[in-house]
């Protein structure tokens, strides 16, 4: 999910990926991002929130990366 849709060249873009299930959240990489020559992808932060029920682990991941287009178009 992007935060907007359009932008200007050198506006940042906030790009989210939530995964969310059943077992350990914790252990599931993140998705990389291709290079894209247009574009600066700055390091991902990431925030992991789970809960325990009994024998059963469940919960979610929610992944934000910021890019910024280097010119318009």
Known sequence: ????HETQ???PVTFKVRIWG????????TPALAKMGDFKI???AS???L???RLVVTGD???ETVI???RGG
């Open 42 to 44: 700055y390091d991902s």
């Open 68 to 70: 910024v287009a280097k």
């Open 1 to 4: 999910m992007l935060d907007k």
């Open 22 to 29: 059943k077992g350990n959240i914790n252990t599931l990489e």
């Open 51 to 53: 809960k325990k029920d």
């Open 61 to 63: 991941k929610l992944t």
């Open 9 to 11: 060249a050198g506006d």
């Open 47 to 49: 925030s992991t929130n």
